[in-house]
């Protein structure tokens, strides 16, 4: 399994970004599929969870904000990001767990004030 992660960039305070993890192998729907952040000096944290069955999780400083959804055709999970923070200023991962877990590649997401 290998995960891409792309949609980083740099937004002002209030701006959206969506940010992509595409699987490859096998279909996206049989992991548990997350994504977590890390900023500069802090511990990886997990942001979102979206389960084999569609059912979702967040960490309660971005709930009402981000959205994370699956596309099974496009075998990939989206994070959508709204109403940014530059406390949300982070390295974001996406994250597959299955039999083993495996992680992407990080993708900086950078919200000026």
């Known amino acids: 399994v290998q995960l891409q992660a792309s949609g980083g960039g740099l937004v002002q305070a209030g701006g959206s970004l969506r940010l992509s993890c595409t699987v490859s192998?096998?279909?996206?729907?049989?992991?548990?599929m997350g994504w977590y952040r890390q900023a500069p000096g802090n511990q990886r944290e997990l942001v979102a969870l979206i389960s084999s069955s569609g059912g979702t999780k967040y960490t309660d400083s971005v709930k009402g904000r981000f959205v994370i959804s699956r596309d099974d055709a496009k075998n990939t999970v989206f994070l959508q990001m709204n109403s940014l923070k530059p406390e949300d200023t982070a390295v974001y991962y996406c994250n597959a767990q299955g039999r083993f877990t495996t992680w992407g590649q990080g993708t900086l997401v950078t919200v000026s004030s």
């Open positions: 192998g096998p279909p996206v729907r049989n992991f548990l």
